[in-house]
């Protein structure tokens, strides 16, 4: 068996949701540090690894790799039991799934670095343009999460209940991105209450951009 390898990149959101994930599950790993800036990610070492060159990729101890982030914390999930990153009823899955899905299909995947470098390339985009599409696609999907979050019973401490789990993981990473582009949160009190209780833990806390090794 060998230690576990995170292929990541501190300031990318999807990597900081794997890494919250391990800490939650208590696992140790060898930092993988590939600059996305720099183009490290596209190198044919890791695209041997990740062929679709995106970070996150977890090597895990009998080598298997995964990718895709919430692939990969749904695979910790089930390697390790507990603590359990979904509810274990199926409506509380599902609604744990949409949250995630909510973020992670709807907004990170118009805001990655590639779409920002290509509205600037192909489109002309200046950084005050490319900070108001990031921000545009985010208050379009956290408006209504405010108001589910809001509303629902089944939110409590965290964004299901009391205790942290995928979708907890996926609004901090998100809410981690919004401050690089200067997103305003006072419309959304509650994902802002629940990521300030998220970051009361070690697990969230650690995992964070600032305390990686190649952060800047
Ligand atoms: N859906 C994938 C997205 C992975 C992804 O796009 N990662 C970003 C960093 S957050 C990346 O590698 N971007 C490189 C690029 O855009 O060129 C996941 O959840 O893992």
């Not at 939110?155 to 996926?170: E, M, N, S, V």
Request: proline letters at 6%; aromatic letters at 8%; one cysteine or more.
């Amino acid at each position: 068996m060998s230690r576990v390898v995170l292929h990541n990149y501190f300031r990318s959101s999807t990597s900081y949701r794997v890494r919250i994930a391990l800490n939650l599950k208590g696992v140790a790993y060898d930092y993988v540090a590939h600059h996305l800036r720099h183009g490290e990610h596209r190198d044919a070492a890791f695209l041997a690894v990740n062929p679709q060159g995106l970070v996150p990729a977890l090597v895990w101890t009998d080598g298997t790799v995964v990718t895709q982030s919430l692939a990969i914390c749904e695979f910790l999930d089930e390697a390790i039991r507990e603590p359990a990153l979904l509810p274990a009823d199926a409506p509380g899955r599902a609604r744990v799934r949409a949250i995630s899905q909510m973020i992670a299909c709807e907004i990170h995947p118009v805001n990655n670095l590639r779409v920002l470098n290509a509205l600037r390339t192909r489109y002309g985009a200046d950084d005050s343009g490319v900070a108001d599409w990031f921000r545009h696609w985010v208050n379009e999907t956290f408006a209504p999460l405010e108001e589910m979050l809001a509303k629902s019973p089944h939110t409590g401490r965290f964004c299901h209940g009391d205790a942290p789990g995928l979708a907890d993981i996926c609004l901090v990473a998100q809410v981690a991105n919004n401050a690089r582009f200067n997103v305003d949160m006072t419309p959304y009190p509650t994902i802002a209450c629940i990521r300030d209780a998220c970051m009361e833990l070690p697990a969230f806390a650690d995992a964070a951009p600032a305390r990686q090794p190649d952060a800047e």
